[in-house]
């Protein structure tokens, strides 16, 4: 080519491969184009997030591929300039300790990194509550924010920014959202009632968790709109703090309390479970002989307690993956996918019939 010299066979230049940079130099968006076959403007458009409806899936992926074999990593600096953005999301989670709020970030960023943005994870202080703003000074680092089951008044200090704002398992009526990801909560309660009742239980008591939230009084209200339209079903609820030991100590109270013993306790979720499991046991009585226990989440406690723990399973990862994609649908002008993910009940060996009179 014109202003390039080809190599001197007299001193022992080796002509460079031409899918390959030169030994010792970074590869660049032309090396990439080479490599796959393609133009430089494809690789631009491809990893500018811009490709889709212009070129095809498979085009996109060998331009991908090829940038990965050749370890190359795009101008993010320059890019961002042009794009005003920083392709950067915050993740706000009410405590890192909860294996389903990391099932929702390998979910958000999975998605998030297929469209070269980054997630920053960030929990609530106290594990609920008030989320103090983490960027304060330097708004300019993020493109917007996904919130993962927080209290109505976690995140007074981000919903006073400009950043749009993406709430997972939340109140769908909340004004200051761009966009909701809910499951369907409701229906999952639904699910563990009706199989309580199925098997002949009509002695309940809700273990329920303490936290103020959304999420929470969604499955109160089914559970109690529920066993109300069944004559003898009786429902107590006992608040419970979200940790084993308090739920423990709450489930103590609930089985000693005077008067006919619940046959079933129906927990918020599976941490509570457990500890219900505990008091159970501290008090010489079998799960499910004398009560049965159900959860909520399917977290991996459930199945590495004894008798395995029949709950609700929720789609974590999957909500990750939706918020993200909304986010990012929000940032395009587009209109996010709706619909609540559905769940699963989990049948195990903690629910069984009730007791005979």
Not at 57 to 67: D, I, K, L, Y
Not at 129 to 135: L, V
Not at 226 to 232: K, N, Q
Not at 347 to 354: H, L
Request: with cysteine.
């Amino acid at each position: 080519m014109p202003g390039e010299q080809s190599p001197d066979p007299a001193r022992g230049d080796a002509a460079a491969s031409p899918s390959e940079p030169a030994a010792g130099t970074r590869p660049t968006s032309r090396d990439v184009a080479r490599a796959a076959g393609v133009s430089q403007a494809t690789v631009s458009l491809v990893f500018g997030d811009k490709w889709r409806g212009r070129v095809s899936e498979r085009t996109a992926a060998t331009v991908r591929e090829a940038a990965e074999a050749l370890g190359y990593r795009p101008n993010l600096a320059a890019r961002n300039l042009r794009l005003g953005r920083t392709r950067t999301a915050l993740l706000v989670v009410p405590a890192l300790t909860n294996e389903f709020f990391a099932r929702v970030y390998t979910g958000a960023a999975a998605v998030a990194s297929r469209h070269g943005f980054g997630v920053v994870l960030y929990p609530s202080p106290e594990g609920v509550g008030r989320a103090k703003d983490p960027f304060a000074s330097a708004r300019a680092a993020l493109d917007g924010v996904i919130a993962s089951s927080m209290a109505a008044d976690a995140l007074t200090a981000i919903r006073g920014t400009d950043l749009p704002l993406v709430m997972l398992d939340s109140d769908p009526a909340d004004p200051g959202a761009a966009a909701h990801v809910n499951i369907d909560i409701a229906d999952g309660m639904r699910q563990v009632t009706e199989h309580l009742l199925g098997l002949g239980h009509r002695r309940f008591t809700h273990l329920s968790s303490a936290v103020a939230s959304w999420t929470f009084d969604v499955r109160a209200r089914a559970l109690a709109a529920l066993l109300g339209g069944v004559p003898d079903a009786v429902l107590t609820t006992v608040p419970a703090p979200l940790d084993v030991d308090g739920a423990r100590r709450a489930a103590e109270r609930a089985l000693t309390a005077q008067g006919p013993r619940p046959t079933a306790l129906i927990c918020d979720d599976d941490i509570l479970a457990a500890g219900a499991c505990k008091a159970l046991r501290r008090l010489g009585l079998r799960v499910p002989q004398d009560v049965s226990v159900t959860g909520f989440d399917d977290l991996a406690l459930a199945s590495a307690v004894e008798p395995e723990l029949t709950t609700v399973r929720l789609p974590a990862e999957r909500i990750g993956e939706r918020g993200m994609s909304a986010l990012l649908a929000v940032l395009d002008g587009r209109e996010p996918e709706r619909g609540d993910l559905p769940v699963t009940l989990m049948p195990r060996g903690s629910s069984g019939p009730p007791p005979a009179p």
